[in-house]
T-cell receptor
Framework: KNEVEQSPQNLTAQEGEFITINCSYS?????LHWLQQHPGGGIVSLFM???GKKKHGRLIATINIQEKHSSLHITASHPRDSAVYIC??????????FGKGTRLSVIA | KAGVTQTPRYLIKTRGQQVTLSCSPI?????VSWYQQTPGQGLQFLFE???????NKGNFPGRFSGRQFSNSRSEMNVSTLELGDSALYLC?????????????FGPGTRLTVL
């Protein structure tokens, strides 16, 4: 069974700071997803990665398949980035396995 | 394109009752997955349906069941509710391509068991 660990669990940052959230998993995967959950529950998919790096606006996600590790970076953080960020991994048609999430608060 | 919808959004039940939750996926999506989210356990997979067949099942007791209809709409049922079933229940749909496809989540049904 794949174990997914995220760090840190909680993160408070000042507006404008560069933020990094980490995700490690124990078993080889075919894809990793980064999700964002705002207060109230809605979940939005940010990235799907199977290798390398992806960028969308101020968000950058990287994955190192050999090291079983992924990072989500937020540049020039803003209070609207405050949310829970969740990493999820899977293989083929198997169900996603989720990390416990990282709660980010960005203070103006 | 309409997103994933779930009904009802909020539900209050008492122990021993049963509940049925509904999920309508994005048009064209044949895969629907259900998840339970609690503060202590995070997101946990319940089951996945694809073209009316259960493709994967999580580690939940038999009180949790689901089905999918020919139009891809899905329902999940929880019988003999327990206090610990209080949670946010989310469904998500995705297109063909399995794990490589983005999952689109519904807003969730918040179930409170008293």
């Amino acid at each position: 069974k794949n174990e997914v660990e995220q760090s840190p669990q909680n993160l408070t940052a000042q507006e404008g700071e560069f933020i990094t959230i980490n995700c490690s998993y124990s078993v080889g995967i075919s894809a990793l997803h980064w999700l964002q959950q705002h207060p109230g529950g809605g979940i939005v998919s940010l990235f799907m990665l199977s290798s390398g790096k992806k960028k969308h606006g101020r968000l950058i996600a990287t994955i190192n398949i050999q090291e079983k590790h992924s990072s989500l970076h937020i540049t020039a953080s803003h209070p609207r980035d405050s949310a829970v960020y969740i990493c999820a991994v899977g293989w083929g048609n198997t169900p996603l396995v989720f990390g416990k999430g990282t709660r980010l608060s960005v203070i103006a | 394109k309409a997103g994933v919808t779930q009904t009802p959004r909020y539900l209050i039940k008492t122990r021993g009752q049963q509940v049925t939750l509904s999920c309508s996926p994005i048009s064209g999506h044949r895969s629907v997955s259900w998840y339970q989210q609690t503060p202590g356990q995070g997101l946990q997979f319940l089951f996945e349906y694809f073209s009316e067949t259960q493709r994967n099942k999580g580690n939940f007791p038999g009180r949790f069941s689901g089905r999918q209809f020919s139009n891809s709409r899905s329902e999940m049922n929880v019988s003999t509710l327990e206090l610990g079933d209080s949670a946010l229940y989310l469904c998500a749909s995705r297109g063909a391509g399995g794990i490589y496809n983005e999952q689109f989540f519904g807003p969730g049904t918040r179930l409170t068991v008293l």
